[in-house]
T-cell receptor, first 111, second 114 residues
Framework: KQEVTQIPAALSVPEGENLVLNCSFT??????LQWFRQDPGKGLTSLLL?????REQTSGRLNASLDKSSGRSTLYIAASQPGDSATYLC??????????FGTGTRLTVIP | GAGVSQTPSNKVTEKGKYVELRCDPI?????LYWYRQSLGQGPEFLIY????????DSGLPNDRFFAVRPEGSVSTLKIQRTERGDSAVYLC????????????FGSGTRLTVV
C-alpha cells in the first residue's frame, strides 16, 4: 500500500521568507502527484498537479517538483505572505483509482 | 455546476441515527470519490464511482456505510446506526475520466455524532 509522509508537520516562518515543504512516497509507480491547500474547517483547494512524466510545475509564487524514482516531491513557496497560512497536503495517485494523502504540513506565516 | 457541491455543510446527529450526505459533482465528470478526514489526518479513501457503479468500495470501514449514484451524477453517502467514531469531515471529489486528470474537491460535510 502506498504511504505518503510529509515533513515537517508544522512550520512557522516570518513574512517574506522562502520555504520548502517536503513529501515522500513509498511506491514510485504513480500517475501523478497533487498538492492541495486546506484552510481550517474547509475543503481542499488544488494548487498544483504534476504528471508522472513531468519534473515540475509552477503557479505564481508556487513551484512543485517531482522526483519519481526517489519518491519525493517538494513544494516551494516564494516570498511567503500571511495569507499563505494553511495546511498543505500532498497526494499521489497510484494504480488504483484513489489518492493517497499525507497528514499535511501546517504552515503559519507571521506578519 | 462550476464546482463540487456538498450538502449539508454541517450535520449533528445522535448516536444510533441514520444520516445521508449529498455530493453534486462537476457537470460531466464521470468519476466521483468519497473521502473521510479525521481531525489532524489526511483524507482517507472510502469509495469510487465510475458512472453509476461503485468501481471500488474497498475503503468503506464496515457495512454501516453505503453510497449510491443512481443516475451517474449526484451521489449520496449513507451511514446507518451512527457511532461517535464516525465523526469526521466527509469530502467528495470528482474528475473526468483518465488517470492523469486531477481531482476537484468539495468543501466537505462536517459530521458530528453526539
Amino acid at each position: 500500500k502506498q504511504e505518503v509522509t510529509q515533513i515537517p508537520a508544522a512550520l512557522s516562518v516570518p513574512e517574506g521568507e522562502n520555504l520548502v515543504l517536503n513529501c515522500s512516497f513509498t511506491d514510485s509507480a504513480i500517475y501523478n502527484l497533487q498538492w492541495f491547500r486546506q484552510d481550517p474547517g474547509k475543503g481542499l483547494t488544488s494548487l498544483l498537479l504534476i504528471q508522472s512524466s513531468q519534473r515540475e510545475q509552477t503557479s505564481g509564487r508556487l513551484n512543485a517538483s517531482l522526483d519519481k524514482s526517489s519518491g519525493r516531491s517538494t513544494l516551494y513557496i516564494a516570498a511567503s505572505q500571511p495569507g499563505d497560512s494553511a495546511t498543505y497536503l500532498c497526494a499521489v495517485r497510484s494504480g488504483a483509482n484513489n489518492l493517497f494523502f499525507g497528514t499535511g504540513t501546517r504552515l503559519t506565516v507571521i506578519p | 455546476g462550476a464546482g463540487v457541491s456538498q450538502t449539508p455543510s454541517n450535520k449533528v446527529t445522535e448516536k444510533g441515527k441514520y444520516v445521508e450526505l449529498r455530493c453534486d459533482p462537476i457537470s460531466g465528470h464521470t468519476a466521483l470519490y468519497w473521502y473521510r478526514q479525521s481531525l489532524g489526518q489526511g483524507p482517507e479513501f472510502l469509495i469510487y464511482f465510475q458512472g453509476t457503479g461503485a468501481a471500488d468500495d474497498s475503503g468503506l470501514p464496515n457495512d454501516r456505510f453505503f453510497a449510491v449514484r443512481p443516475e451517474g451524477s449526484v451521489s449520496t453517502l449513507k451511514i446507518q446506526r451512527t457511532e461517535r467514531g464516525d465523526s469526521a469531515v466527509y469530502l467528495c471529489a470528482s474528475s473526468s475520466s483518465g488517470q492523469g486528470i486531477g481531482y476537484t474537491f468539495g468543501s466537505g460535510t462536517r459530521l458530528t455524532v453526539v
